[in-house]
């Protein structure tokens, strides 16, 4: 597919994004923006919030918008008058963006004591962890014989038009993709793409589409998760899809909910912050949002045998990432659309 045509689409579905808010229903006692996957069918959302639901004896609504990308750009558009309670998604890549819009406030739940000191991402507590992981380029074993070792060895000729990426713009695993090039190869992580562009088959708005393509056997390759393939373990009992592990390391995600400005259900947001803290919510993260819960109580399912964790764990700091965010997406879209 040609990139160029691909990324103004993904631009032209952001301008729609802000052009067009749906409708959501009445009489909600709590209102979550989530992204699709955490909505779907497979996801958490029809595990965790009965839950929550029955224990409160509430009527909790979560309204799915795109990647975590676009639900932020969703609650800074409604800045002003928020139609939610709670923003989920924000992981420590975003944190910044969602910092400097203040759109959120802090708060402090009582559980994170649950929780280990490193995976507090937000020291300033407008964000509250619930699940972390690691990008890691996934392949299909049947199709590709001698996969990558490394993000160099991504480059090499015989990949070209192998791999399926998403847009930093729209896309958490996007934007950590490109922060974890930078990570690697600083201010020169603009030449890595130039040299990567021919091995990329196409650049979508989200994961879903992504992994659905490399799925459907568009490419033998794609950006996703080190904990990918334990999902096709447990349901499809088959190992052919593998994530690497890089000889560079592989660059960390923890994601966060947090409350959004002008709440007007504040404390069940509080106790929704409190919950997912809790077993309650985090012995469903591993078989439905595919990630490690932060409450090292809970146990894995044998499946998790096959989500490999990186021995060098790589991730920037969340100022350093605010403060050059636009000018590095700015760049990047530059070389991209060449």
Known sequence: ?????????????????TAFTPQTSRGADLTIYAYDSFVSEWGPAGKVIPKFEKKYNVDVQVISVGDSGQVLNRAILEKKRPKADIILGIDNNMLSKALAAEILIPYVSPNLKLIPEELIFDKTHHVTPFDHGYFAIVYDSMKLKNPPKS?????????????ILEDPRTSSPGLGFLLWTISVYGENFLHY???????????????DTAYGLFTSGEAPMVLSYTTSPAYHVEYEDTTRYRALIFREGNYLQIEGMGILKGSKNMELAKRFIDFILTEDFQEEIPLTNWMFPVNPEIKLPDSFRYAPTPETI???????????QKRWIDEWLKVLVK
């Open 1 to 17: 597919m040609n990139i160029k045509k691909l990324l103004t689409a993904a631009a032209f579905g952001l301008i729609l994004l």
């Open 151 to 163: 993000l160099e060895e991504l480059l090499r000729p015989e990949f070209r038009d192998k791999l």
């Open 193 to 207: 793409w130039e040299r990567l562009k021919p091995n990329i088959l196409t650049i979508t708005e989200g994961w």
């Open 314 to 324: 790589l991730f920037l700091d969340a100022y350093k990432i605010q403060k050059n």
